[in-house]
DNA sequence: AAAGCCTAGTAATACGTATTACTACCCATA
DNA sequence: TATGGGTAGTAATACGTATTACTAGGCTTT
């Protein structure tokens, strides 16, 4: 027989029934069956190798103490450490985490969704695009589709819209922008370009957004943004467009925001193609603060994400959504880290 | 009733039994039911919002149609692109890929196995510590703990030891390793520093004797080897205190070939911090061709893995064992790129 | 008219587990 | 001896689906 053993297999091999196989290993024996039969048991499903079938504890439960996370892309390892403070928490409370890479980035779903999103009690999901996140729970055209959270399964969101219908869990990324904003124009800078991600979701928005409301309250201060993938490839080559376009008049910036680290790896390549230094001609920042920002030369002034703790807080809210509880939306702060990337003007724009 | 429906809530809202509404929903009812039955059952189903209890039908079934993708770390986005291949091959043939990111990195676990391993078909596993997958397959202490693959899930091992009992599709790392040290070699450098990674995982202890080999074969070189953690800050380190240690001498190596593009980040930041130029004073090489390399400044000569096609490959592979075939192993070859981060040597040691 | 076939469904069942309700037995007490 | 209570288990059942075997009725063929 080299069917898998099943639990009655254990209770033919123990002399007991089904039943018993089952308290026993639950471990929720205590005044119901006696030591030695306990034991016996034990050792009938050590001998033949059991192991429960999932899928038939999942539908006797009607859960799987499994959530999945929900990432853009795991070529940011910003992701991973979401994952790390999910997978934490969940671990405590005996949940497991697994990771699904939309398969179009931060973008809404193309073609069907074929994540398993229905063998799962709950979902997180990080740095979406809104119409991904209903698309998710509930499938378009369907009843319901409006009211993302509603149904299917429990659904808290990090890093994306409050003003959804999901608990979400939030960076705040606007105060972390306006705290490069303040440094950049602290050192003097007054002329400053914001390279921005082309994406539509919420967490780039609030960037753009932040901003531009920074730069507006500063006296005297001038700003210009432009969309680049979230590419290194990407962002050099909307760099370099922009310097040559602007680059030679008293025009140019003398500072880049980024809107994530990987994008001003790009801007750094582009900004050397072009013969400029940094932060000597132009100052750089990033966004996020992954391994990247401290590799490169010189090392990178960005906003460091509290990740790990993201992703701790948004299982922990998971949870008690899971638990029928309503958890509060909430934002961590990030950090400011200044580094080697930004500097005053050389030449004073004032 | 705020209870999700079932096929049976489905079947009395169309007014037909329970067997007819799966029939209709799993499109084989041709010549089974009327199109028009079939039409309003469809109807039913959109509108109650009935989407299958994926439990149910696993148990049914016997299969999930889901397989879980093991990696060691999210940190470094190479699983990242593994994933993606892996995720193409899967979706042609109806099944999803979920990524399980290993507690314990490359290493052996730690305490009881938490992932939902049993809740899917497969199980692609890369770049593990041996250990590590014969307690993944079958619990440690256990009958088959020796024969990993033969109990449990079908499993394919990706950049692990051939050797092993489940088929392996690898990337051939001795052959990246033998063509870094030729270009070295051809460049006129004879004095060689290998900074390989401390961890006891197939492709480190190959990367580790092909080092050797090809050094091994080269007239009047020498080569010194120690280990770090796979890490930008474990790397620095460990070069910080070999350059202090042997720096002075003539002793000192002129090429340094790190086991990975994230520990030649570190590298690049001890080199730096001791005063040396790269590649002036010391070439440095790095292994994978991660987004990092060619952010790095100068830009790193490594080893490109074809990340995707290895994805792909072990996904097909674990198919074709799920179809009861027997997949032959295979390695796939390495590119070398050479970049700006290995020079001649300034001063010949011969 | 009898026999066979096609159409359009349905009833019954099994997957493997966890849990609830029950029972048989033994012992102590009245 | 009857009653009650504790001990050590078991029988039965439900979770929701997919599939197999079956049937009722109408139609065609000989």
């Not at 074929?114 to 979902?123: F, K, R």
């Not at 700003?223 to 025009?251: F, H, K, M, S, Y």
């Not at 001003?264 to 132009?282: C, E, F, H, S, T």
Request: charged fraction near 20%; charge should be neutral.
């Amino acid at each position: 027989m080299s069917r898998r053993p099943t639990s009655r297999d254990v209770a033919v091999a123990a002399g007991v029934s089904q039943s018993t196989v089952s308290i026993v290993l639950a471990g929720k024996w205590q005044g119901r069956v006696s030591v030695h039969t306990a034991q016996s048991v034990r050792e009938a499903a050590t001998r033949l190798g059991y192991r429960p079938n999932l899928a038939a504890r999942n539908l006797r439960l009607g859960q799987t103490r499994t959530v999945l996370l929900i990432v853009p892309t795991l070529a940011n390892p910003f992701f991973g450490a979401v994952y790390t403070g999910a997978a934490r928490i969940a671990a405590e409370h005996g949940f497991s985490v697994v990771v699904y890479p939309w398969p179009d980035g931060h973008g809404p779903a193309r073609g069907p969704f074929s994540a398993p999103h229905e063998a799962i009690d709950g979902v997180l999901a990080s740095s979406m695009a809104t119409d991904a996140l209903t698309d998710l729970v509930v499938a378009p055209g369907q009843p319901g589709h409006d009211r993302a959270g509603d149904m299917g399964v429990p659904l808290v969101m990090l890093d994306s819209d409050p003003a959804g219908t999901a608990p979400t869990v939030n960076v705040d990324v606007a105060d972390g922008m306006r705290a490069l904003v303040g440094h950049l124009a602290g050192l003097g800078h007054r002329r400053l370009w914001h390279l921005a991600a082309d994406i539509d979701a919420w967490t780039f928005r609030t960037r753009a957004r932040a901003v531009a409301a920074a730069v507006a309250a500063l006296p005297d201060a001038a700003l210009v943004r432009r969309a680049a993938p979230i590419t290194v490839d990407g962002a050099r080559a909307a760099v370099r467009r922009w310097l040559g376009e602007e680059g030679r008049g008293a025009d140019r910036g003398t500072a880049l925001l980024c809107d994530d680290d990987v994008m001003a790896a790009g801007a750094y390549k582009a900004a050397r193609d072009a013969g400029l230094d940094i932060p000597g001609d132009l100052s750089i920042t990033g966004f996020d603060d992954i391994l990247l920002a401290e590799a490169l030369e010189p090392e990178l002034t960005t906003v460091r994400l509290p990740a790990v703790a993201l992703g701790e807080r948004a299982m922990s809210a998971l949870l008690e959504l899971l638990d029928q509880g309503r958890p509060r939306g909430l934002s961590l702060p990030g950090d400011l880290i200044v580094r080697a990337s930004t500097a005053p003007p050389r030449r004073a724009t004032t």
